[in-house]
């Protein structure tokens, strides 16, 4: 468990639960304009890598998996949000750096994910854990935006 301070009540991370789906949701559709499905989450019920931050109510999740690569294990930060007025306050760093956790705990020797182009603050946040820009999808989004790919070598 992880905690950080959100409008001066303690946050925490734990493995999020069928009650945290409708939150996680909301931060979601408030978070992103092609947001998962809520069955979408559903479906990572009970996986190591999904994980919510809680100060009493869930202000952002983490969803992280780890597979197999080349005869490599990979993790891969599927999504991650904060609810918005609970931006700013270190949230999102906690989660990513919970997230990062995982991924080693599940012997994984990188951890990649995808970012909006344009989404300056989430680049800031990754760079600040050593994340470096691998290559870029063009069109990855469904508004055509590319997303970049980054990654951050977790062995050593």
Do not use: C
Not at 38 to 63: Q, T
Not at 82 to 98: I, N
Request: no cysteine; hydrophobic share 40%; aromatic share 10%.
């Amino acid at each position: 468990m992880t905690t950080t301070a959100t409008d001066d009540r303690p946050v925490r991370t734990r493995a999020a639960d069928r009650a945290d789906l409708l939150a996680v949701f909301r931060i979601e559709k408030a978070s992103f304009p092609q947001p998962w499905p809520y069955r979408a989450f559903e479906r990572f019920l009970g996986e190591p890598g999904f994980l919510v931050a809680d100060s009493g109510e869930v202000v952002g999740y983490v969803l992280a998996d780890v597979t197999p690569n080349g005869g490599r294990r990979i993790g891969h930060v599927k999504d991650i949000a904060v609810a918005p007025f609970a931006r700013g306050q270190g949230v999102g760093a906690t989660l990513l750096g919970r997230a990062i956790d995982v991924t080693r705990e599940r012997n994984a020797g990188s951890v990649r994910l995808e970012v909006r182009e344009s989404n300056e603050p989430a680049l800031a946040l990754y760079r600040r854990f050593g994340f470096s820009h691998r290559t870029t999808s063009p069109g990855y989004y469904a508004d055509g935006e590319d997303a970049f790919v980054l990654v951050r070598d977790l062995d050593g």
